[in-house]
């Protein structure tokens, strides 16, 4: 069994800042894309950021230049540094990863969700 375990969510002022981290634990082989996505109410879950195994990011347009994706592969875990952060980006934040048990094929994670609140 494979989880994504979330932590890092919060209510902070516009303008503040939010570490997010998601750790993937179990028996784990190999574990390619991790990234976050966001749900808007009412709308599809949209990329947020998302990193290669080798470190490649990528990002939406509407946090670029204020959100740093990073992981720790020695931890299986990735990290979403937030600043600058506006009420717009009040939403659940998801962790995904594309992750191989040993065996079998790479298959998509999610985790459960973390709230992030941007309100003065």
């Known amino acids: 069994q494979v989880q994504l375990v979330e932590s890092g969510g919060g209510l902070v002022q516009p303008g503040g800042s939010l570490r997010l981290s998601c750790a993937a634990s179990?028996?784990?082989?190999?574990?390619?894309?991790m990234g976050w996505y966001r749900q808007p109410p009412g709308k599809q879950r949209e990329l947020v950021a998302i990193i290669s195994s080798g470190g490649s990011p990528n990002y939406a347009e509407s946090v670029k230049g204020r959100f740093t994706i990073s992981r720790d592969n020695a931890k299986n875990t990735v990290y979403l540094q937030m600043n600058s952060l506006k009420p717009e980006d009040t939403d659940i934040y998801y962790c995904?990863?594309?992750?191989?048990?040993?065996?079998?094929?790479?298959?998509?994670?999610w985790g459960q969700g973390t709230q992030v609140t941007v309100s003065s």
């Open positions: 179990g028996y784990v082989s190999s574990i390619y894309h």
């Open positions: 995904y990863a594309v992750i191989r048990r040993d065996g079998s094929s790479p298959q998509a994670y």
